[in-house]
């Protein structure tokens, strides 16, 4: 049986009868058309059978297009009354019970899911979007793709090749993982209430082969961090705090590392931070 989804009148009396407000500390923008929630499961290929976590669910819109998908969700809720009334909504709309699961807590906070979900799918809040991702990137290593769904800039930063003004300290952390790219825009009038800003549609895939360990990971990030932080200068100066203490000795390491001590960070990838992170 179809699990039907939810239309814009609905999505209002729902709100209403909860008494929820769409705030911006929460970054709740709601999507109120069927077709945008469609899109974004056909764009992540949401097969039936895949197990499928979804941060921020909301009302149920996106939540709904999932399981007529005949996946089963994980939804990552932070708000407790939206996380009560969840399963409620999916019931009445058909979905098949036991095919969806609640969690009630910060995305960030969450280290633990069920039945390691293989695909994330989500409307994330903008205020939050690039922590989340690279949060459950780390923690979760079965998922293996995804689409989110962010504020356009940040979604731009993420799929940004080197040497653009968009590259930057989120698009080299994403890449650790795997490949970004855009895979479409978002028009304001989907969501209520009608944002400030445009959105766009992200997609993923995680690298079959993890290119470094944690500890790697987590020295490769500190090098990211202080190359962006200063992304103005030369890696020389914005590392000889990692690097040393003084721009000559990150110059002698960044040339034991293949890499120009007069190169700045966004022209590097991330290969090239973890070569810096090996010889440190």
């Given at each position: 049986?179809?699990?039907?989804?939810?239309?814009?009148?609905?999505?209002?009396?729902?709100?209403?009868?909860?008494?929820?407000?769409?705030?911006?500390?929460?970054?709740q923008n709601f999507v109120v058309d069927a077709n945008t929630v469609r899109r974004i499961v056909q764009a992540a290929?949401?097969?039936?059978?895949?197990?499928?976590?979804?941060?921020?669910?909301?009302?149920?819109?996106?939540?709904?297009?999932?399981?007529?998908?005949?996946?089963?969700?994980?939804?990552?809720?932070?708000?407790?009354?939206?996380?009560?009334?969840?399963?409620?909504?999916?019931?009445?709309?058909?979905?098949?019970?036991?095919?969806?699961?609640?969690?009630?807590?910060?995305?960030?906070?969450?280290?633990?899911?069920?039945?390691?979900?293989?695909?994330?799918?989500?409307?994330?809040?903008?205020?939050?979007?690039?922590?989340?991702?690279?949060?459950?990137?780390?923690?979760?290593?079965?998922?293996?793709?995804?689409?989110?769904?962010?504020?356009?800039?940040?979604?731009?930063?993420?799929?940004a090749a080197p040497r653009t003004k968009a590259y930057g300290s989120p698009s080299v952390k994403a890449s650790w993982y795997g490949p970004w790219r855009l895979a479409g825009n978002v028009p304001r009038q989907v969501f209520w209430p009608v944002p400030n800003v445009d959105s766009v549609l992200v997609a993923f895939e995680r690298r079959d082969t993890p290119i470094g360990s944690e500890d790697e990971r987590r020295a490769t990030f500190a090098l990211i961090d202080a190359a962006f932080g200063q992304r103005r200068k030369m890696l020389r100066q914005a590392l000889a705090g990692v690097l040393g203490g003084s721009s000559a000795d990150a110059s002698a390491i960044l040339e034991a590392a293949g890499v120009a001590p007069t190169a700045r960070g966004e022209e590097l990838v991330v290969d090239d931070f973890l070569r810096i992170a090996h010889v440190v």
């Open positions: 049986m179809a699990v039907t989804l939810l239309g814009a009148g609905e999505i209002r009396a729902l709100a209403a009868e909860l008494d929820v407000t769409p705030t911006k500390k929460l970054g290929r949401v097969a039936p059978g895949e197990h499928v976590v979804e941060v921020g669910p909301g009302l149920g819109s996106l939540t709904l297009a999932i399981l007529d998908a005949g996946a089963e969700v994980t939804a990552v809720e932070i708000d407790h009354r939206l996380a009560a009334r969840l399963q409620i909504t999916a019931a009445a709309h058909g979905a098949t019970p036991g095919s969806l699961h609640v969690i009630d807590a910060d995305a960030l906070a969450v280290t633990d899911l069920p039945g390691d979900p293989a695909v994330l799918v989500a409307n994330l809040p903008y205020n939050v979007s690039v922590p989340v991702l690279l949060h459950f990137l780390e923690t979760f290593p079965a998922l293996r793709r995804g689409v989110v769904m962010v504020q356009a800039e940040v979604g731009e930063r993420l799929a």
